[in-house]
Nanobody, 124 residues
Framework: QVQLEESGGGLVQAGGSLRLSCVAS????????MGWFRQAPGKEREFVAA????????KYADSLKGRFTISRDNAKNTAYLQMNSLKPEDTAVYYC?????????????????WGQGTQVTVSS
């Protein structure tokens, strides 16, 4: 079982940056991929980015490439999402998910573990 906890959300002006963190804990906190998703009010949860266990392979939603960067530090059991050039449409609750997989799925249903989410609000 893996427990995930996100942090780093907040209110930022358009064009600004935020870095989200997701700390993993639990008995089986090794050998899992990490993904970031977001959900705006009235919308479905959508894929943002994912990273392999080693951190060497990443995957991004096409619309976010170039602005968002996912990374991880296994020594700290933490995954990060660096978000730059933020836009009001990036406003959402951001969730991290974990799964014991080799590939990097973009479907939320593929992820077994979830954090509670952190709110990101981008003002215009």
């Amino acid at each position: 079982q893996v427990q995930l906890e996100e942090s780093g959300g907040g209110l930022v002006q358009a064009g600004g940056s935020l870095r989200l963190s997701c700390v993993a804990s639990g008995r089986a906190s090794t050998g899992y991929i990490m993904g970031w998703f977001r959900q705006a009010p009235g919308k479905e949860r959508e894929f943002v980015a994912a990273v392999s266990w080693s951190g060497t392979t990443t995957k991004y939603a096409d619309s976010l490439k170039g602005r968002f960067t996912i990374s991880r530090d296994n020594a700290k059991n933490t995954a990060y999402l660096q978000m730059n050039s933020l836009k009001p449409e990036d406003t959402a609750v951001y969730y991290c998910g974990g799964a014991r997989l080799v590939n990097l799925p973009s479907s939320p249903s593929a992820y077994a573990y979830w954090g509670q989410g952190t709110q990101v609000t981008v003002s215009s």
